[in-house]
């Protein structure tokens, strides 16, 4: 007679996906926003975007110790994410730099991919603001040029920094800015395919941007609360930065606490921080606070009875 019932060890329900799975989901929801990002600033930005995703995945390989040097695929995936977060046309050895500290020291060096306290990406580019600022923050923005070979060499201000471009620019993408943040467009479309695969929902990104929204209004209007959400960092940090399975809460509850965290730090840092943008130190301020989250906003377990005074 055939076993009925099988006993083993935990977890008991299984998905078919895996860490390869998941993060090529991300790399095709990366696409839209790369695209873009080589429409705008020609092939200045498709070579930052290749040597942040070589250098990252390169390192891993190295501290690792294996010639797969795709593996799972998420040095890739931080590589990618933290050229989306650099200006078209850095130096390369900036690149090389940024991507090597957010795989040694944001990712590995806690013992690798789910053990991270932080978001890698972020890490490295926190590292290049701080290190080098006028390379990755400064007067570095250069005019996009669609359907050009390369972005016009006359640097500007982002729009962040001049309150100067409109919201139909803004959500189009014809304006200056980092590789992943000028194309509110292209942001939605791939952030729809991670919706779509169930990797995101909409707690995070929705208190994230909601956040951000009410407070640009109250500084400023109805207007100037949208131009906070789609200038800067705000849609991909929301959308492809905070929502990090590793570094963001489990529960339902601790998922909204923490987009609206990232909002407001991300808010008092632009309207009040000596920094134009507030995204990156706003996601990493509260990827320190996620085990605190977690712990307050755990459901109670089936049964419980509260203890007597």
């Not at 941007?209 to 991909?236: D, E, K, W």
Request: hydrophobic share 55%; glycine share 12%.
């Amino acid at each position: 007679m055939a076993k009925k019932l099988v006993v083993s060890s935990s977890p008991h329900i299984k998905s078919p996906e895996n860490i390869r799975s998941i993060m090529v989901d991300v790399l095709v929801a990366l696409f839209p926003v790369a695209l873009m990002a080589v429409f705008l600033f020609g092939y200045r930005a498709l070579v930052t975007m290749i040597i942040a995703m070589v250098a990252a995945m390169v390192t891993e390989a190295i501290i690792l110790r294996k010639g797969d040097f795709f593996g799972d695929g998420s040095a890739a995936v931080t590589g990618l994410l933290l050229a989306m977060t650099l200006p078209p046309a850095p130096p390369w050895w900036v690149v090389v730099i940024g991507s090597v500290v957010a795989i040694a020291i944001g990712k590995q060096i806690y013992g690798g991919i789910g053990n991270n306290i932080f978001n890698p990406a972020l890490v490295g580019r926190a590292v290049l603001v701080v290190s080098w600022g006028g390379h990755v923050a400064g007067n570095v923005w250069l005019k996009p040029v669609p359907f050009g070979l390369a972005a016009d060499a006359v640097t500007k201000a982002s729009p962040l920094a001049s309150y100067d471009a409109s919201l139909v620019d803004l959500f189009i993408g014809t304006v200056s800015g980092s590789l992943g943040e000028t194309s509110a467009i292209a942001l939605i479309i791939g952030a729809i395919w991670l919706f779509y695969r169930g990797h995101i929902d909409w707690r995070i990104p929705g208190g994230f941007i909601g956040a951000v929204f009410i407070l640009g209004l109250i500084s400023g209007g109805f207007l100037m609360g949208l131009y906070h959400v789609l200038a800067g960092g705000v849609l991909l940090g929301a959308l492809f930065m905070a929502t990090d399975m590793v570094t963001s809460p489990v529960t339902k509850t601790g998922k909204i606490i923490f987009g609206v965290g990232c909002g407001v730090v991300t808010m008092l840092i632009r309207l009040y921080g000596s920094l134009p943008e507030g995204v990156t130190f706003g996601i990493l301020l509260m990827n320190g606070l996620t085990p605190l989250i977690d712990n307050f906003t755990l459901p109670k377990k089936f049964g419980e009875v509260k203890k007597s005074a």
